[in-house]
């Protein structure tokens, strides 16, 4: 069975940093594009990161640019997002999802498989 598990999230103060891990359980996922996204009370899940199946190119909303950094172990079947700088509007919870296509989307709607996802709260 295809499975995404995510962790990592927590609280943690404006300007900290994060590492949301994605570990992957019946599918390799070198095989798969996987993004990153978010989704905060009262608003739209959004795209945030992604990383393409063959060539791991990466892709960034530009909210997030220059401050998180999407990466993959494929030894360890697991994507990593590591977030730094971050800003309260950063809150939400985070979710990874993985999709067969090699283009790294940042649409929602274009991936097959998703995680539970993980809350990230940053505050004071």
Do not use: H
């Not at 070198?30 to 992604?50: C, H, L, M, N």
């Not at 030894?75 to 090699?102: F, H, I, W």
């Amino acid at each position: 069975q295809l499975q995404l598990v995510e962790s990592g999230g927590g609280l943690v103060q404006p300007g900290g940093s994060l590492r949301l891990s994605c570990t992957a359980s019946g599918f390799t996922l070198d095989s798969y594009t996987i993004g990153w996204f978010r989704q905060a009370p009262g608003k739209e899940r959004e795209g945030v990161s992604s990383i393409r199946r063959n060539n791991g190119i990466t892709n960034y909303a530009d909210s997030v640019k220059g401050r998180f950094t999407i990466s993959r172990d494929n030894t360890m079947n697991t994507v990593y997002l590591q977030m730094t700088s971050l800003k309260p509007e950063d809150t939400a919870v985070y979710y990874c999802a993985a999709r067969m296509g090699n283009v790294g989307t940042l649409i929602p709607n274009l991936y097959n498989y998703w995680g539970q996802g993980t809350q990230v709260t940053v505050s004071l």
